[in-house]
Nanobody
Framework: QVQVVESGGGLVQAGGFLRLSCAAS????????MGWFRQAPGKEREFVAT????????VYADSVKGRFTISRDNDKNTMYLQMNSLKPEDTAVYYC?????????????????????WGQGTQVTVSS
């Protein structure tokens, strides 16, 4: 089994920054697909960013492109999301997701149903 745990959420003013972490444990010898999703109150869980390919390539939602950066430290089984220039509309619970299967298409990499392992989420609140 695999467990993923997020950390790093909090309250920040608009224009500020946060860095989220996702630590994977258990049978983590092969987790080529890892990503971030978020869910705001009353909305569906949406894709944020992913590193779903074995070459470390990444994909971002248009709403965060240029502001957020996803990265991985495979030696530490940890993934990060650096969030800069935060906006009130970024307020949500952020979830880490992981899967043993590399994603062959962008559509699959962005699809929450393609990820088997999920964390409990970490709250990010951006005040205006």
């Amino acid at each position: 089994q695999v467990q993923v745990v997020e950390s790093g959420g909090g309250l920040v003013q608009a224009g500020g920054f946060l860095r989220l972490s996702c630590a994977a444990s258990g049978r983590t010898s092969r987790l080529p697909a890892m990503g971030w999703f978020r869910q705001a109150p009353g909305k569906e869980r949406e894709f944020v960013a992913t590193t779903a390919w074995s070459d470390g390539g990444s994909v971002y939602a248009d709403s965060v492109k240029g502001r957020f950066t996803i990265s991985r430290d495979n030696d530490k089984n940890t993934m990060y999301l650096q969030m800069n220039s935060l906006k009130p509309e970024d307020t949500a619970v952020y979830y880490c997701a992981a899967d043993r299967r590399p994603k062959m298409t962008t559509a699959r990499a962005m699809d929450r149903d393609e990820y088997e392992y999920w964390g409990q989420g970490t709250q990010v609140t951006v005040s205006s």
